[in-house]
Protein backbone atom coordinates (compact mmCIF):
# COMPACT_ATOMS: atom_id res chain seq x y z
CA UNK A 1 0.00 0.00 0.00
CA UNK A 2 0.87 3.67 -0.89
CA UNK A 3 -0.11 6.58 0.24
CA UNK A 4 1.03 9.83 -1.14
CA UNK A 5 0.15 13.46 0.58
CA UNK A 6 -1.83 15.45 -2.28
CA UNK A 7 -2.56 18.15 0.62
CA UNK A 8 -2.50 18.12 4.06
CA UNK A 9 -3.54 22.03 5.09
CA UNK A 10 -6.35 22.46 7.53
CA UNK A 11 -9.19 24.37 7.09
CA UNK A 12 -8.27 26.24 4.14
CA UNK A 13 -5.17 26.11 1.33
CA UNK A 14 -1.80 27.38 3.17
CA UNK A 15 0.99 29.28 1.82
CA UNK A 16 2.70 25.70 0.23
CA UNK A 17 -0.18 23.20 0.43
CA UNK A 18 -3.50 22.06 -1.12
CA UNK A 19 -6.11 20.88 1.50
CA UNK A 20 -6.63 17.63 2.89
CA UNK A 21 -6.16 14.74 0.07
CA UNK A 22 -4.16 11.41 -0.23
CA UNK A 23 -3.89 8.80 -2.61
CA UNK A 24 -3.64 5.23 -1.25
CA UNK A 25 -2.62 2.81 -4.42
CA UNK A 26 -3.00 -0.87 -4.10
CA UNK A 27 -2.08 -3.45 -7.00
CA UNK A 28 -2.87 -0.41 -9.63
CA UNK A 29 -5.59 0.41 -7.60
CA UNK A 30 -6.18 4.38 -7.18
CA UNK A 31 -8.19 5.48 -3.76
CA UNK A 32 -8.55 8.83 -3.46
CA UNK A 33 -9.53 9.62 -0.22
CA UNK A 34 -10.73 13.51 0.57
CA UNK A 35 -10.83 15.82 -2.38
CA UNK A 36 -10.01 19.11 -0.83
CA UNK A 37 -9.25 22.68 -1.86
CA UNK A 38 -6.57 22.76 -4.24
CA UNK A 39 -6.14 19.07 -3.94
CA UNK A 40 -7.10 18.52 -7.95
CA UNK A 41 -3.82 20.38 -9.02
CA UNK A 42 -1.28 18.05 -6.96
CA UNK A 43 -2.91 14.65 -8.22
CA UNK A 44 -1.80 15.73 -11.76
CA UNK A 45 1.82 15.47 -10.23
CA UNK A 46 1.21 12.19 -9.27
CA UNK A 47 -1.62 10.04 -11.54
CA UNK A 48 -3.36 10.50 -14.68
CA UNK A 49 -6.45 12.86 -14.20
CA UNK A 50 -8.60 9.82 -15.65
CA UNK A 51 -6.73 7.16 -13.39
CA UNK A 52 -8.71 7.58 -10.38
CA UNK A 53 -10.44 4.29 -9.88
CA UNK A 54 -13.12 5.83 -6.74
CA UNK A 55 -13.18 8.13 -4.18
CA UNK A 56 -14.18 8.87 -0.64
CA UNK A 57 -14.92 11.70 0.80
CA UNK A 58 -14.91 11.21 4.76
CA UNK A 59 -16.99 14.81 5.22
CA UNK A 60 -18.80 17.51 3.22
CA UNK A 61 -16.55 20.42 4.70
CA UNK A 62 -14.79 22.32 1.77
CA UNK A 63 -11.72 21.60 2.69
CA UNK A 64 -12.06 17.76 2.29
CA UNK A 65 -14.76 17.81 -1.06
CA UNK A 66 -14.53 21.12 -2.79
CA UNK A 67 -12.10 19.96 -6.09
CA UNK A 68 -14.55 16.65 -6.43
CA UNK A 69 -16.61 19.69 -7.87
CA UNK A 70 -13.75 21.08 -9.85
CA UNK A 71 -12.96 17.32 -10.96
CA UNK A 72 -16.51 17.00 -12.76
CA UNK A 73 -15.37 19.22 -15.81
CA UNK A 74 -11.90 16.42 -15.98
CA UNK A 75 -14.51 13.76 -16.40
CA UNK A 76 -17.44 15.48 -18.26
CA UNK A 77 -15.62 17.76 -20.63
CA UNK A 78 -12.53 15.71 -21.57
CA UNK A 79 -11.32 15.65 -25.09
CA UNK A 80 -11.17 11.86 -24.82
CA UNK A 81 -13.90 11.62 -22.22
CA UNK A 82 -16.66 11.51 -20.83
CA UNK A 83 -14.83 9.26 -18.54
CA UNK A 84 -17.40 6.35 -17.00
CA UNK A 85 -19.17 7.42 -13.82
CA UNK A 86 -16.29 7.38 -10.90
CA UNK A 87 -17.74 5.64 -7.24
CA UNK A 88 -18.27 8.40 -4.23
CA UNK A 89 -18.22 6.97 -1.46
CA UNK A 90 -19.80 9.99 0.95
CA UNK A 91 -21.71 11.04 3.90
CA UNK A 92 -25.53 11.25 2.80
CA UNK A 93 -26.35 14.55 1.20
CA UNK A 94 -23.38 14.44 -1.21
CA UNK A 95 -24.73 14.03 -4.26
CA UNK A 96 -27.13 17.36 -3.42
CA UNK A 97 -24.17 19.15 -2.15
CA UNK A 98 -21.69 18.03 -4.86
CA UNK A 99 -23.95 19.20 -7.55
CA UNK A 100 -25.08 22.51 -6.11
CA UNK A 101 -21.82 23.48 -5.59
CA UNK A 102 -20.57 22.60 -8.95
CA UNK A 103 -23.64 24.79 -10.59
CA UNK A 104 -27.32 24.61 -9.35
CA UNK A 105 -28.61 24.91 -12.56
CA UNK A 106 -26.81 22.23 -14.24
CA UNK A 107 -29.08 19.25 -12.47
CA UNK A 108 -27.62 15.86 -10.73
CA UNK A 109 -23.85 14.32 -11.45
CA UNK A 110 -25.04 11.07 -12.20
CA UNK A 111 -22.87 10.67 -15.59
CA UNK A 112 -19.43 11.85 -13.46
CA UNK A 113 -20.48 10.17 -10.08
CA UNK A 114 -21.96 7.26 -8.84
CA UNK A 115 -22.42 7.83 -4.50
CA UNK A 116 -22.57 5.71 -2.33
CA UNK A 117 -23.74 6.82 1.19
CA UNK A 118 -21.60 5.57 4.46
CA UNK A 119 -22.56 4.14 7.25
CA UNK A 120 -20.60 2.78 9.97
CA UNK A 121 -19.00 -0.62 9.13
CA UNK A 122 -16.72 -2.46 6.64
CA UNK A 123 -17.01 -2.93 2.63
CA UNK A 124 -14.60 -3.65 -0.28
CA UNK A 125 -13.11 -1.20 -2.34
CA UNK A 126 -11.48 -2.64 -4.92
CA UNK A 127 -8.37 -4.31 -3.33
CA UNK A 128 -8.97 -2.80 0.24
CA UNK A 129 -10.80 -3.99 3.15
CA UNK A 130 -12.64 -0.65 4.24
CA UNK A 131 -14.13 0.19 7.85
CA UNK A 132 -15.58 3.45 8.56
CA UNK A 133 -17.16 5.16 11.56
CA UNK A 134 -18.57 8.31 12.73
CA UNK A 135 -16.28 10.34 14.81
CA UNK A 136 -16.97 13.55 16.78
CA UNK A 137 -16.97 16.62 14.48
CA UNK A 138 -20.10 18.75 14.15
CA UNK A 139 -21.32 17.37 10.78
CA UNK A 140 -21.42 13.61 9.66
CA UNK A 141 -18.19 12.96 9.51
CA UNK A 142 -16.06 9.32 9.51
CA UNK A 143 -13.01 8.28 10.28
CA UNK A 144 -11.23 5.53 8.13
CA UNK A 145 -9.46 2.43 8.19
CA UNK A 146 -8.16 0.60 4.89
CA UNK A 147 -6.26 -3.22 5.10
CA UNK A 148 -4.70 -4.70 2.22
CA UNK A 149 -1.74 -7.25 1.80
CA UNK A 150 -1.79 -7.38 5.96
CA UNK A 151 -1.14 -3.60 6.50
CA UNK A 152 -3.55 -1.50 8.08
CA UNK A 153 -3.80 2.80 7.32
CA UNK A 154 -5.91 4.88 9.52
CA UNK A 155 -7.06 8.06 8.69
CA UNK A 156 -8.55 10.33 11.68
CA UNK A 157 -11.12 12.39 8.98
CA UNK A 158 -11.60 15.79 11.28
CA UNK A 159 -12.80 14.89 14.84
CA UNK A 160 -11.77 15.54 18.33
CA UNK A 161 -10.77 12.61 20.78
CA UNK A 162 -13.72 9.69 20.51
CA UNK A 163 -13.19 6.76 21.38
CA UNK A 164 -14.64 5.57 17.04
CA UNK A 165 -11.20 7.06 16.33
CA UNK A 166 -9.05 4.52 18.61
CA UNK A 167 -11.17 1.24 17.49
CA UNK A 168 -10.66 2.76 14.13
CA UNK A 169 -6.67 2.95 14.55
CA UNK A 170 -5.73 -0.05 16.72
CA UNK A 171 -2.52 -1.69 15.76
CA UNK A 172 -2.52 0.63 12.48
CA UNK A 173 0.81 0.35 10.42
CA UNK A 174 0.49 4.14 9.98
CA UNK A 175 -2.02 6.32 11.50
CA UNK A 176 -2.89 9.48 9.83
CA UNK A 177 -4.09 12.25 12.35
CA UNK A 178 -5.04 15.73 12.53
CA UNK A 179 -3.92 18.33 15.00
CA UNK A 180 -5.27 21.34 13.77
CA UNK A 181 -5.22 22.82 17.42
CA UNK A 182 -2.80 24.00 19.75
CA UNK A 183 -2.30 22.38 23.07
CA UNK A 184 -3.06 24.99 25.76
CA UNK A 185 -5.34 27.52 23.99
CA UNK A 186 -8.96 27.57 24.81
CA UNK A 187 -10.11 25.38 22.07
CA UNK A 188 -14.00 24.85 20.83
CA UNK A 189 -14.93 21.54 21.74
CA UNK A 190 -16.23 18.59 19.62
CA UNK A 191 -13.97 20.08 16.47
CA UNK A 192 -10.55 18.94 16.15
CA UNK A 193 -7.54 17.50 17.84
CA UNK A 194 -4.19 18.86 19.55
CA UNK A 195 -0.95 17.91 18.92
CA UNK A 196 -0.87 16.07 22.23
CA UNK A 197 -4.26 14.42 21.78
CA UNK A 198 -3.06 12.90 18.35
CA UNK A 199 -0.13 11.29 20.27
CA UNK A 200 -2.29 9.82 23.10
CA UNK A 201 -4.59 8.11 20.39
CA UNK A 202 -1.67 7.24 18.79
CA UNK A 203 -0.38 5.43 21.88
CA UNK A 204 -3.51 4.21 23.33
CA UNK A 205 -4.22 2.60 19.94
CA UNK A 206 -1.18 1.09 19.45
CA UNK A 207 -0.39 1.95 16.14
CA UNK A 208 3.37 1.50 14.49
CA UNK A 209 3.86 5.32 12.73
CA UNK A 210 2.06 8.68 13.71
CA UNK A 211 1.93 11.11 10.88
CA UNK A 212 0.43 14.63 11.99
CA UNK A 213 -2.21 16.24 8.96
CA UNK A 214 -4.64 19.10 8.92
CA UNK A 215 -2.62 21.86 10.44
CA UNK A 216 -3.45 25.42 10.11
CA UNK A 217 -0.27 27.28 9.61
CA UNK A 218 -1.31 30.77 9.73
CA UNK A 219 -2.61 29.42 13.32
CA UNK A 220 -0.54 27.36 14.94
CA UNK A 221 3.41 26.36 15.61
CA UNK A 222 4.63 23.12 13.98
CA UNK A 223 7.08 22.89 15.90
CA UNK A 224 5.18 23.01 19.29
CA UNK A 225 2.52 20.57 17.64
CA UNK A 226 5.43 18.21 17.24
CA UNK A 227 6.87 18.37 20.36
CA UNK A 228 3.18 17.95 22.01
CA UNK A 229 2.72 14.62 20.33
CA UNK A 230 6.01 13.17 20.53
CA UNK A 231 6.08 13.64 24.19
CA UNK A 232 2.77 11.79 24.14
CA UNK A 233 3.66 8.99 21.83
CA UNK A 234 7.09 6.86 22.14
CA UNK A 235 6.90 5.68 18.51
CA UNK A 236 7.91 7.50 15.63
CA UNK A 237 5.86 10.84 14.61
CA UNK A 238 6.45 13.50 11.39
CA UNK A 239 4.56 16.03 10.31
CA UNK A 240 3.58 15.72 6.71
CA UNK A 241 4.34 17.45 3.56
CA UNK A 242 2.90 17.89 0.39
CA UNK A 243 4.09 15.42 -1.85
CA UNK A 244 5.43 13.09 0.89
CA UNK A 245 4.98 9.26 -0.42
CA UNK A 246 4.99 6.14 2.41
CA UNK A 247 4.79 2.66 1.13
CA UNK A 248 2.80 0.70 4.05
Known sequence: MRLTVLGCAGSFPGPESAC?????EEDGFRLLVDFGTGALSALQRYASLKSVDAILLTHLHCDHMQDACSYVVVRRYAPDGPYPPVPVYAPSGAPDRLATAYSPDDGPLDDVYTFYGLQPGTFPIGPFTVTVDRVNHP???YGVRLEAAGRVLAYSADTAPCDALLRLAHGA???????????????PPDLHM???????AATKAGVGRLLLTHLVPAWGSEALTY??????????????????????
Not at 20 to 24: F, Q
Not at 194 to 200: D, I, K, L, V
Open 227 to 248: EAAAAAYAGYVEIVRPGARYDI
Open 20 to 24: SSYLV
Open 173 to 187: DVFLCEAAYMDGEDN
Open 194 to 200: TGREAGE
Open 139 to 141: VET
